[in-house]
C-alpha cells in the first residue's frame, strides 16, 4: 500500500533519530564487521570461486534471522530485509578479489598465495552484511517503509558477476540500486558524489589486417600493408572522433601495432590492438558497428583486408541524478554536512554499470584514506589497505540512502511516478545527458 507509513517511521525521521540508532548498532557491532573485513581479507578468493566468502556472509545474515538465497552458480547471495510494501532498494557489494601478491606487513595479511582483496571488496562485504544487520533490526522495530535487497555480487573483477544477478532476478521490482567503492584518494568520513557517468566502458579491439606481400621496390604490384596499416591506424581514431558526440569521450587508442620483419620486404599480414573507452551508455552501444564500417572503408581504399574481433567489457556506469541526491541527502543526516566532496569520472571499468542500464542508481566513492594521508594513491595494488572507520561510515552512509530512497518513495507515490530533487525524471531508459550535467555536483 504506496503512501502508507508504519507505525514509527516518522518519529525515527527526526532529525538526528537515524543518526543515534546507528550510533548504538555501531558501538556494539563495529568490532564484529572490522574482524568480519578482515577475516574476509585472510581468505581471499577470486570470481565465481567465492564460496568461503558466501558461507561466511550467509551465516552472519542468518544468525540475524535473515533468509539469504545463494546465486545459482553458488557464489554470492541475495536477501531481502522487509515487507513488500512501498519501494524496493538493492544495495550491492562485490564479494571477489583479485590474483595479486598481498604486499602489506599487517596481522590480517591473505594466506591464499596470489590472491589479495587490493580492491576493497573486503570492506564492501563487510560493510553491506552490516546494513543487513541494522536494517533487519528497523524491520522488527517496524521502521523500515518498504523492502530493500542486499546483493552480494560474485565476480566483478571478470567481470560479468552483475549479469549473473541480473539473469537470477536480482533487479526485477527493484526501484533504485546502490553502491559504495572504496576511494583511497579521499579521506576516511568523506563520500565522493558525481552525477552522470562515474566510471568509463572499456572494450578491446583486434584488427588483423592481410594483402599480397612483395619487394618494396614494386609496392604497386602488393598491398602495401604496412602503408595501409599505419592509415588504419591513425585514421579509425580521427574518424571515430567525427562520427560520435564529443561529450560522450569516446576514444580508440592502440597499444600494439606490428607487421614485417625486414626493411625491403612488404609484409602480407600485420595487427593493431588498442582500448576502446567511452563514458555514454548510447555511443558504447553503437561503437562496435561504427568501427567495422569505419574499418572496412579506410581499408578499401588501401585494397587490403581487414579483419576486426571487438571485445567487449562493461558499459560505462551513469550516475542518475537524483539517486546522487539521494546519496547526499542521507549523507548529510548521519555524517554531517561537510562530508560530500565532489569525485571526478574515472576511465576504469565497473561491472555495476549493467544495473544501470536497467534501473536508476548511483555509485559513490567512500573515502577509505587514513586522514591526511589521500594522495594519488590507488587501487589493484598489493599494498592497498583502508582506514578501517571507513566501514562504520559505510554502514551509515548505505543504511541512511536506502531509508532515504525508500522515504521519497513513500512521498511520490507509485514507483514510476516523479523523482523530486535537482534531477531528471527517470523515464525507463537512462537519463538524458544534457540534464545531468546540469544537475551534477560542483
Ligand atoms: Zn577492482
Ligand atoms: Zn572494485
Not at 393 to 420: I, W
Request: overall charge negative.
Amino acid at each position: 500500500m504506496p503512501g502508507h507509513e508504519p507505525e514509527g517511521v516518522h518519529m525515527a525521521w527526526q532529525p538526528g533519530v537515524l543518526q543515534m540508532q546507528l550510533e548504538t548498532f555501531l558501538a556494539k557491532n563495529e568490532r564484529r564487521l572490522i574482524a568480519l573485513r578482515r577475516d574476509l581479507h585472510m581468505h581471499p578468493e577470486l570470481g565465481f570461486d567465492e564460496h568461503r566468502t558466501t558461507q561466511s556472509i550467509g551465516d552472519q545474515l542468518r544468525a540475524a534471522g535473515l533468509r539469504p538465497v545463494a546465486l545459482p552458480k553458488g557464489t554470492g547471495l541475495m536477501c531481502d530485509i522487509g515487507s513488500g510494501e512501498g519501494r524496493t532498494i538493492a544495495l550491492r557489494a562485490d564479494i571477489d578479489a583479485l590474483p595479486l601478491v598481498d604486499e602489506k606487513d599487517v596481522p590480517y595479511h591473505s594466506t591464499v598465495a596470489g590472491v589479495c582483496h587490493a580492491c576493497g571488496h573486503d570492506v564492501h562485504t563487510a560493510m553491506l552484511v552490516g546494513v543487513g544487520l541494522f536494517l533487519a533490526q528497523q524491520a522488527a522495530d517496524g521502521l523500515l517503509p518498504g523492502r530493500v535487497r542486499l546483493i552480494f555480487q560474485p565476480a566483478e573483477e571478470v567481470p560479468g558477476g552483475a549479469l549473473d544477478v541480473m539473469a537470477a532476478g536480482g533487479i526485477a521490482g527493484v526501484d533504485r540500486i546502490f553502491a559504495l567503492h572504496c576511494d583511497p584518494r579521499i579521506e576516511v568520513g568523506k563520500l565522493g558524489l558525481r552525477a552522470g557517468p562515474i566510471t568509463a566502458a572499456c572494450d578491446k579491439v583486434y584488427v588483423n589486417v592481410t594483402g599480397p606481400g612483395g619487394h618494396t621496390a614494386r609496392p604497386h604490384l602488393t598491398a602495401d600493408l604496412v602503408y595501409a596499416l599505419a592509415k588504419i591506424v591513425t585514421e579509425l581514431p580521427a574518424a571515430l572522433s567525427r562520427r560520435v558526440d564529443p561529450r560522450s569521450s569516446l576514444s580508440l587508442v592502440w597499444g600494439r601495432v606490428s607487421a614485417g620483419s625486414v626493411a625491403n620486404a612488404i609484409p602480407d599480414d600485420g595487427v593493431a590492438e588498442g582500448t576502446v573507452r567511452c563514458l555514454d551508455d548510447e555511443a558504447w552501444h553503437a561503437a562496435p558497428e561504427l568501427m567495422h564500417s569505419l574499418l572496412d572503408s579506410v581499408a578499401g581504399a588501401y585494397d587490403v583486408k581487414a579483419d576486426l574481433e571487438y571485445v567487449r567489457g562493461v558499459p560505462p556506469t551513469v550516475n542518475e541524478a537524483a539517486s546522487v541526491q539521494m546519496f547526499r541527502t542521507a549523507a548529510d543526516a548521519v555524517l554531517g554536512e561537510n562530508a560530500v566532496v565532489p569525485t571526478q569520472q574515472s576511465l576504469g571499468g565497473e561491472d555495476f554499470g549493467w544495473y544501470l542500464e536497467s534501473i536508476p542508481g548511483a555509485l559513490a566513492r567512500l573515502g577509505v584514506a587514513e586522514p591526511g594521508q589521500a594522495g594519488d594513491y590507488d587501487l589493484h595494488r598489493g599494498t592497498f589497505d583502508v582506514d578501517e572507520r571507513c566501514i562504520a561510515v559505510g554502514v551509515s552512509v548505505l543504511a541512511s540512502t536506502a531509508l532515504t530512497a525508500l522515504r521519497e518513495g513513500l512521498a511520490d507515490g507509485p514507483v514510476d511516478g516523479p523523482v523530486d530533487g535537482p534531477a531528471v525524471r527517470w523515464d525507463g531508459n537512462r537519463p538524458d545527458p544534457e540534464a545531468v550535467e546540469g544537475a551534477a555536483l560542483a
